[in-house]
């Protein structure tokens, strides 16, 4: 078993400052602690000017004017934890949370699929980098072991559990003991490395500190078993993150939702997932929401493609208020093994089509692309139907019918007993009866005839005879 | 090397020689009427480029005289997408004229810009064998836009236009007049048409005689 730690040292402040452009101001985040609000920590514009974690948040501002101070949400840093281990599945199966930042990823059994030690880590570190957080990487055979390498900040790989009790000899006390009184317990004995403290009797250190401080030792070193539960991902994917900065401006919601999109589509690409609908709520200043709904044409992990059809919808949404926040959350994950089940069957050029329907439905509205069909139906008007695109229809053609059919057939006007439209209409051919429909109320009794216009543009014109004057309408072209 | 180069070149879409109306870029839809193929570069529609259809009045054989090249284009699985129809096209009439309707697609745009960007984005597609479209206000440089989307996406682009815009500029590759004429023979009409513009060709006249593509027979279509 090799472990490998993933500690995200700045999670709180990466998780704000992620969705904020390249080039914004300096960033802290700030919490209070013994009644004051003070900064936590600081983002590296911030610390050139002096502002380091532990100060007063009104010092801070004072060093550094342009500050953007940023509260601490801990619930927002459980979120991104969790939403990380998800995509780490992508490198194990066997993931753990660390809390309240880290993660434990068991790497043994993916070190010959990823190319070796080197290029595992290499590509986690370089994942976690491309979604905008920072991270320390430390492997160790065990995972209590691989923690505290991370969270010094050391970074080793110790390979093997013989050379464990050499690589943590110098960490400092801290990684185990918190501060306190057990800290200064153990320093006042002039112990100030993890070295230190294995090379002291085991009952001696038992009854002075408690059980627990010989257990975190035999766990780290592997002489007693130290089992983590497995993380299990969510069935969707939900990510919510308060806007550095609230905007009424809906284009400035497209880098921190393209954020939000890459996460999303790392983890389904990792996961070999799909989604096929995304619900995204736009949080507005006071009271309320605004929601987009998306439904995909076809199932995808495309973070880039999912942001264009947002890019549409968002041009067409006025939030009335400030946005203050986003909540992006998707359908289920689906497996991208049953990707192929489309509308369209696995032909070529389905997947164009999906991308066209769905760019379509974005801007235009759902009910704006429909297909047609002829319907079993001798009434002119009932004789086709509007179906969803790529369907077939139920009924077969019929020779001479006109092209194009008026939505509604136009009444004409009759000049000497002949029907009128810009000149007289010349009748050619023979007289088609349609009577039909007595039985559902729509019933029809028409005569229809081809005409000839003065323009020589030929219509489909017929005479109502179930009227007592028998008018004349026109109802096609035959273009 | 340098020949290479000139093939090359010649291979490319945007690139016509002049003096020559008929080429072998394979890149053209044959419009199903025999006397009309010939007069076009290449023996049809043009593919990847706009086509402007002028005509007067609706009813006058326009529709007609692509439907051919559109059903052929259905039943090889290409999809042809209609914006913004004007009327609604009649499913037993494009059926019985040997259209595959599960490959045609109607897209309704509330105005008019919505419907110009539809028309870009399914030209652009790739998928869409032939759009149709029928403008009413289209500056040349939207035409310009339209005529770069069909060539992305190698797509049958057609715009129906009512024949006063023949006097504007535009970059489509073929724009051709139609109208109805009556018959001297028979009762019925020919369809008159003139080509206005086209790639390696000045413009001519011709029209299409009763019998030819079943439809603008004596007595009507069929």
């Known amino acids: 078993m090799l472990w490998l730690c993933a500690w995200l040292p700045r999670l709180g402040l990466d998780c704000i400052d992620r969705l904020r452009e390249a080039g914004a101001a300096p960033a802290v985040l700030t919490g209070s602690r013994s009644g004051r609000e003070q900064v936590l920590l600081a983002d590296e514009r911030a610390r050139v000017h002096g502002v380091h974690p532990g100060l007063s948040l009104s010092a801070a501002l004072a060093l550094c004017p342009g500050l953007a101070a940023l509260p601490r949400n801990e619930q927002t840093e459980r979120a991104a934890l969790e939403r990380l281990a998800s995509w780490a599945g992508r490198f194990t199966s066997r993931v753990c949370l660390a809390p309240p930042d880290a993660m434990l990823l068991e790497i043994g059994g993916s070190l010959v699929l990823f190319g070796g030690l080197e290029k595992l880590v290499g590509g986690i570190g370089q994942g976690l980098e491309a979604l905008g957080y920072r991270a320390l990487l430390a492997t160790a055979p065990t995972p209590l072991a691989a923690e505290w390498l991370a969270r010094s900040g050391s970074c080793r790989h110790c390979p093997s559990r013989e050379a464990l009790p050499g690589a943590v000899a110098d960490l400092p006390l801290g990684v185990l003991v918190p501060e306190g009184r057990d800290r200064s317990g153990l320093a006042g004995m002039g112990l100030r490395t993890v070295g230190d403290l294995l090379a002291q009797p085991r009952d001696g250190l038992g009854r002075r500190f408690g059980p627990w401080l010989v257990d975190a030792l035999d766990r780290a070193l592997g002489v007693v078993p130290d089992p983590r539960p497995v993380f299990e991902p969510p069935a969707r994917f939900r990510a919510a993150a308060e806007l550095p900065s609230e905007t009424a401006d809906t284009t400035a919601l497209l880098f921190p939702l393209g954020r939000l999109l890459d996460e999303l589509s790392a983890v389904l690409q990792g996961r070999c997932r799909v989604v096929q609908s995304l619900h995204l709520e736009l949080c507005r200043r006071g009271e309320g929401k605004t929601d987009v709904s998306l439904a995909l044409g076809r199932a995808t992990a495309d973070g880039t493609y999912l942001l264009a059809l947002l890019r549409e919808r968002l041009e067409r949404v006025r939030p009335g208020a400030p946005v203050t926040g986003l909540v992006l959350e998707s359908g289920v994950l689906l497996s991208a093994a049953g990707e192929s089940g489309t509308l369209f069957g696995p032909d070529t050029g389905a997947a164009e089509l999906e991308a066209l329907l769905d760019r379509l439905r974005a801007r235009l509205g759902e009910a704006a692309v429909e297909g047609i069909a002829p319907a079993a139906d001798h009434r002119p008007e009932r004789a086709w139907c509007r179906v969803a695109a790529g369907q077939a229809g139920p009924a077969g053609g019929s020779d001479g019918r006109p092209l194009w059919l008026l939505p509604e057939p136009r009444r004409l006007e009759t000049r000497s007993g002949r029907p009128w439209l810009d000149g007289p209409l010349r009748l050619s051919g023979r007289a088609e009866r349609i009577e039909s429909g007595w039985w559902d109320g729509g019933g029809i009794r028409r005569e229809y005839y081809r005409a000839l216009d003065a323009a020589g543009a030929r219509l489909w014109v017929y005479r109502d005879l179930a009227m007592e004057d028998e008018q004349w309408y026109l109802h096609g072209l035959f273009a | ?222």
Not at chain 2, 27 to 34: E, H, I, L, N, R
């Open chain 2, 1 to 222: 090397m340098t020949e290479e180069r000139v093939e090359a070149l010649l291979q490319h879409g945007n690139l016509w020689r002049a003096g020559r109306t008929r080429d072998d870029r394979g890149g053209a839809v044959p419009t199903g009427f025999a006397t009309l193929d010939p007069e076009l570069p290449g023996g049809g529609w043009p593919r990847g480029a706009l086509t402007e259809i002028l005509f007067d009045r609706d009813g006058g054989g326009e529709l007609g005289l692509v439907m051919p090249a559109l059903a052929a284009l259905s039943r090889q699985g290409r999809w042809i997408a209609w914006v913004a129809p004007p009327y609604v096209p009649y499913a037993p009439a494009l059926v019985a004229l040997g259209m595959d309707l599960s490959r045609n697609l109607l897209i309704h745009p509330r105005r008019q810009d919505e419907a110009l960007w539809a028309v870009e984005q399914a030209l652009r597609s790739g998928t869409c064998g032939a759009v149709l479209a029928w403008p009413r206000l289209c500056d040349p440089r939207a035409l310009r836009r339209l005529q770069l989307a069909a060539e992305a996406g190698a797509c049958l682009g057609l715009l129906f236009r009512p024949s006063g815009v023949r006097g504007q500029a535009s970059p489509a590759a073929l724009r051709i007049g139609a109208g109805p004429v009556r018959d001297t023979a028979g009762q019925g009409t020919r369809l008159q048409l003139r080509i206005h513009k086209r790639r390696g060709g000045g413009p001519a006249d011709l029209s299409l005689a009763a019998g030819q593509g079943d439809l603008f027979t004596g007595d009507g279509p069929r």
